[in-house]
């Protein structure tokens, strides 16, 4: 299984950018797939979070209504819309699947069982 994170960058506050997480070796829409980012000295943290099955999404506080979590069953890849960044939002973001996750546990580590490289953003103010 590869989950191959991309799309990152440096971008000044307030842009945008769009993550992609492309994945092979597995059956794409059989999981749940979530992002998530570690900003330098910190813990890795929730991002958000989109189940295996309908149209759920699920976000931190931190990043409601900037940013949107989707995903392309046809295309095996699952995308990251980041709006209105903040210097705040810099970290190596990345995007992990996972098959058996409750929707209640999906902002947790313990239900992804793979996981990408991460992609660094950098947004400078």
């Known amino acids: 299984v590869q989950l191959q994170a991309s799309g990152g960058g440096l971008v000044q506050a307030g842009g945008s950018l769009r993550l992609s997480c492309a994945a092979s070796?597995?059956?794409?829409?059989?999981?749940?797939m979530g992002w998530f980012r570690q900003a330098p000295g910190k813990e890795r943290e929730f991002v958000a979070a989109r189940r295996r099955g309908g149209t759920m999404t699920y976000y931190a506080d931190s990043v409601k209504g900037r940013f949107t979590i989707s995903r392309d069953n046809n295309k095996n890849t699952l995308y990251l819309q980041m709006n209105d960044l903040k210097p705040e939002d810099t970290a190596v973001y990345f995007c992990?699947?996972?098959?058996?996750?409750?929707?209640?546990?999906?902002?947790?580590?313990?239900?992804?069982?793979?996981w990408g490289q991460g992609t660094q953003v950098t947004v400078s103010s």
């Open positions: 992990a699947a996972g098959a058996q996750i409750l929707s209640t546990s999906l902002s947790g580590e313990q239900g992804y069982r793979y």
């Open positions: 070796g597995l059956t794409f829409s059989s999981y749940s």
